[in-house]
T-cell receptor, first 114, second 114 residues
């Protein structure tokens, strides 16, 4: 079946603009994660959705970042008033079932803020 | 709080030699441990996981990892490295009391030379 998909694959924007990044998880996966991977860095946790529970937003770096998940499926990560330090690869992952299960990652969206 | 440490940014081995990529972790409860691999210009892929039971777990591409509770380690190993194993490797931990949030290490770049 289809894997996790993300769009766009690349996004170049100007400082101060808003951007929206989209994630389509694997059908039936109940959990969805967003991470940020900066050049030469590891994965930075941003936000986690599990079913209908309130999301874990503890990793969002500032109030310029927000995310929603509609209908328990597609998720959108929004970054308002982008800054150059927001430049990174944004990764989405989904998981089925319980927390002992592995994550399936999308190809990522490379965001460049000029 | 949970954390993961990958003490080596870079590991270099010769093809045919055994390889080890180190990972130590810290969690308050019982850990779920994962290894992922990121090949150049590709997304993260799951390699193997430890949930419970046998301390030695086997995964994809001939990799294995040993869970050591007393040393809080989960080192990734392979008896005979291939050039095609060259990639970025991430260790991740999930605490079963932390509702599914995953913490990743900073990654280790493995280079296997012919």
């Amino acid at each position: 079946g289809a894997g996790v998909s993300q769009s766009p694959s690349n996004k170049v924007t100007e400082k101060g603009k808003d951007v929206e990044l989209r994630c389509d998880p694997i059908s039936g996966h109940t959990a969805l994660y967003w991470y940020r991977q900066s050049l030469g860095q590891g994965l930075e946790f941003l936000i986690y959705f599990q079913g209908n529970s309130a999301p874990d937003k503890s990793g969002l770096p500032s109030d310029r970042f927000s995310a929603e998940r509609t209908g328990g499926s597609v998720s959108t990560l929004t970054i308002q008033r982008t800054q150059q330090e927001d430049s990174a690869v944004y990764l989405c992952a989904s998981t089925y079932g319980g927390i002992s299960n592995e994550q399936f990652f999308g190809p990522g969206t490379r965001l460049t803020v000029l | 709080a949970q954390s993961v440490a990958q003490p080596e940014d870079q590991v270099n081995v010769a093809e045919g030699n055994p390889l080890t990529v180190k990972c130590t972790y810290s969690v308050s409860g019982n850990p779920y441990l994962f290894w992922y691999v990121q090949y150049p210009n590709r997304g993260l892929q799951f390699l193997l996981k430890y949930i419970t039971g046998d301390n030695l777990v086997k995964g994809s591409y001939g990799f294995e990892a040993e869970f050591n509770k007393s040393q809080t380690s989960f080192h990734l190993k392979k008896p005979s490295a291939l050039v095609s194993d060259s990639a970025l490797y991430f260790c991740a931990v999930r605490d079963h009391t932390n509702a599914g949030k995953s913490t990743f290490g900073d990654g280790t770049t493995l280079t296997v030379k012919p």
